[in-house]
């Protein structure tokens, strides 16, 4: 009987596509060469799919996934990263004579707000006026001397690199909607320092690829920068939003202090320094952040790129030491996975976020541990961090008339050539399913269709 049973469920892994999703790919021109399947009830001992499951693959912001699975084993989803105030000199009647001092420790998720909630305890710890300058100290991380872009988009938010201080990931929001007569720009978090010049005209007629139809333009020095936007811009867009990383992260960290330290009554005409934290500096306070259960929300459900990054350098310092880099992170996810018993030595991980040319995993392997996931622990937090079909995340506008509609958990990963999706199906007898789909071609941006089709076959298991 055992053996008919493994018969079965070999044959069964071994079986054709299903004939909606070979369709679906064969319409889109994508071959099936180019497509690797994994589906395993959690519940059973072998997979219901699998097609080209041990082929290597890109896998875009699906890497995602492996990142945050062994963030939260190993760092558990209670772990919290700390951000210290330092004073250097000495603080008498609301006067501190000398360097204010900050010491990131790699915060994924330190936004404006968090900042303010800090610079709110400093004034309450008895410091209004700050006759010296501000010194930020990011040494926890690695210092990269070279910024590596993914690609020609130097200033997408995508493209912002990790630093042990990051404030609301140095990302600028840039707002534009349509009057009657023009184009409004602004920024949702509005810094001085951020000039814009709107030249943009209002036109007529659909929205349709709005980003097409604008150009930027970014005029960056040491006091402030300038950000051009020509083009058009459709009335029917209504709202839309445009994330671009114009400053470097201690130009936005300094001139966001300045802006909140001003609007809490705060006194500070000094600069900005960049440097170790000094030996004679006498901590004044510390702030802990969300819990990386709730974190891993963040990063997952939204596909934040530089927060998975800082994820992946966190387990580097967490659990291998300094000094802090993206291969000893990697070294530490592979030591993990060996521990457990898995051996994936296909697996090749850049910065742990998939915005990556090399980054890879099979989908049998990515299909395992998203398995080992569902059996351990941190499955509430980890599925809890995954966008759900048709109402969150990424997913958001998928399947919404589908009968499987809010009942998967699912991280997607696109870039050019690859389009990959990956997580928790429910099928129709609630019996739950993973399903893994990476497509590496030219033309993977078509295989949507087949990426939904698979959903729905899952879904529709007897």
């Not at 000398?98 to 410091?127: C, E, H, N, T």
């Not at 840039?174 to 209002?202: D, G, M």
């Not at 996810?333 to 742990?352: A, C, M, P, S």
């Not at 990959?420 to 399913?433: C, T």
């Amino acid at each position: 009987m055992v053996f008919l049973i493994a018969l079965a469920g070999s044959l069964a892994a071994n079986a054709a596509l299903p004939q909606s999703v070979a369709d679906a790919l064969k319409k889109a021109g994508v071959p099936e060469q180019n497509v690797a399947l994994y589906v395993h009830a959690v519940a059973d001992k072998t997979p219901l799919l699998s097609h080209n499951a041990a082929q290597a693959m890109n896998t875009a912001s699906v890497m995602k996934v492996v990142t945050t699975h062994a963030a939260l084993d190993l760092l558990t989803p209670a772990y919290r990263w700390k951000t210290e105030i330092y004073r250097d000199g000495e603080l008498a009647n609301w006067v501190l004579q000398g360097d204010l001092v900050i010491k990131g420790y790699g915060d994924p998720s330190f936004k404006a707000q968090d900042f303010w909630r800090l610079l709110i305890s400093l004034r309450q710890a008895g410091v209004k006026k700050i006759s010296g300058n501000l010194v930020i100290d990011k040494t926890y991380f690695a210092n990269s001397k070279v910024e590596i872009n993914f690609d020609s988009e130097k200033w997408r938010a995508y493209n912002a690199t990790p630093s042990a201080f990051l404030v609301n990931g140095r990302n600028t929001s840039f707002k534009f909607n349509a009057s009657e007569e023009a184009v409004n720009v602004s920024q949702e978090f509005e810094l001085p320092e951020v000039v814009i010049v709107n030249q943009l005209k209002r036109t007529s007629g659909s929205c349709g690829d709005w980003r097409s139809r604008m150009a930027y333009d970014v005029k960056p020095n040491l006091e402030q920068v300038t950000v051009t936007f020509n083009g058009s811009y459709a009335a029917a867009c209504g709202e839309r939003f445009l994330e671009l990383s114009v400053l470097s992260d201690e130009q936005y960290a300094f001139f966001t202090f300045k802006k909140l330290w001003r609007e809490l009554g705060g006194e500070f005409n000094g600069t900005l320094k960049v440097a170790e934290k000094p030996v004679t500096a006498v901590k004044l306070l510390e702030q802990m952040s969300e819990p990386l259960g709730t974190v891993v929300r963040d990063i997952n459900k939204w596909s934040n790129n530089v927060m998975a990054k800082q994820l992946l350098l966190t387990l580097a310092a967490e659990k291998n030491g300094l000094p802090v880099t993206e291969q000893a992170g990697a070294e530490v996810i592979k030591r993990w996975l060996q521990t457990n018993h898995f051996n994936f030595d296909e697996l090749v991980i850049e910065n742990g976020s998939g915005l990556s040319r090399i980054e890879q995993i099979s989908a049998e392997h990515l299909g395992q541990l998203l398995v080992w996931a569902y059996n351990s622990p941190i499955m509430p937090e980890m599925m809890a961090s995954l966008p759900i079909l048709s109402l969150d995340g990424t997913v958001q506008q998928r399947l919404k008339d589908s009968a499987s509609n809010g009942r998967a958990h699912l991280k997607t990963g696109s870039i050019n050539g690859v389009n990959a999706i990956a997580g928790y199906v429910l099928d129709a007898n609630n019996h739950r399913h993973v399903l893994v789909m990476l497509v590496n071609h030219p033309k993977a941006w078509a295989s949507k269709a087949g990426q939904d089709a698979l959903i729905e076959w899952v879904h529709k298991q007897p």
